[in-house]
């Protein structure tokens, strides 16, 4: 099975609605690809939860799942079930950020995704980031909204365990809901790991993906190099010493054949070309 990502990361883009998205989402991911490239730069954007106590789970839990990397987390205050009525703004920063990082990869919510935070975030993304590898994570909640995923990061035993302990401990505001438990999340883990021969794994969606051929394309015209001026002016003196090579070798043949030919233009001989005649 191939892999998507480049051999070195250098810099992710983490997008989240809420404080936890991330989390949910990618976080056993984030384990992964922080210990695999040590010092890689996380950029983690959330739209909601700025000053509350949600911000502080955040920067926690980002904190505990990026480690070695070098970590920025910006937690925005647009009202949280209202990101819809405020999708300018979100375009706005998305824009922001595509002018402000190069990263290798952005993570940020499907497009299948049934919360119209989510669905807002994770429809605006591909207007700022049209030409980065985007990949979709996906939120196991009350909604029945999974889709089939087609694209699969395997996790051990290990790292699905960190992620859980991580949740459990940086949520405290989230134990209430149902879906938020251990059981949950290995369980949607497990699944997703039977679906790429693996033990575990984290699924995202694919919006488009480019594919190359593997051989150098030929230069279009609009591409090709220009000569130089320099490169020219040698291209036409050889020209010129060609065409005067040519003439000099019509003169000797004519002047082989003797003053019995000259005035007249002999048939061509078998074999030559009637042109060195001339």
């Known amino acids: 099975m191939r892999s998507l990502l480049p051999e070195r990361v250098d810099e992710l883009l983490l997008l989240g609605a809420h404080c936890d998205d991330i989390a949910i ?9 922080c210990r695999a490239h040590p010092g890689v730069r996380v950029t983690a954007v959330v ?12 920067r926690g839990a980002l904190g505990a799942l990026c480690p070695g990397a070098d ?18 703004r979100v375009k706005e920063v998305l824009r922001e950020l595509a002018g402000a990082t190069r990263p290798d990869l952005v993570m940020a919510p499907s497009p299948h ?17 049209r030409d980065h590898l985007t990949l979709g994570y996906e939120i196991l909640k009350w909604e029945a909204d999974l889709a089939q995923p087609e694209v699969y990061l395997p996790l051990d035993e290990a790292a699905v365990r960190e992620k859980t302990d991580i949740l459990l401990a940086y949520y405290p505001s989230q134990r209430e809901h149902p879906w938020f438990d ?7 883990a497990r699944i997703r790991g039977v679906q790429c021969r693996a033990r575990y794994a984290e699924a ?18 609009a591409t090709r190099e220009v000569p130089t001026p320099a490169a020219e002016a040698a291209a036409r003196e050889a020209a010129v010493r060609e065409v005067v090579a040519h003439e000099v070798a019509v003169r000797e043949v004519v002047a082989s054949e003797g003053p019995a030919h000259q005035g007249a233009a002999p048939a061509p001989r ?8 001339y």
């Open 25 to 33: 989402g990618a976080g056993g991911s984030l384990l992964g690809l």
């Open 47 to 58: 739209f909601t939860g700025a000053g509350t106590p949600r911000e502080a789970e955040e």
């Open 71 to 88: 970590l920025r987390v910006a937690v925005l205050d647009l009202p949280d079930t209202q990101l819809p009525d405020h999708w300018r």
């Open 113 to 129: 995704d049934a919360h119209q935070d989510h669905r807002v975030v994770a429809e605006l993304v591909p207007t700022a980031f």
């Open 182 to 188: 251990g059981e949950a999340f290995t369980g949607l």
């Open 204 to 221: 995202f969606h694919l919006r488009k993906l480019v594919i190359g051929t593997g051989v150098p394309a030929t230069p279009s015209a």
């Open 270 to 277: 078998v074999g030559r070309p009637a042109c060195a005649y």
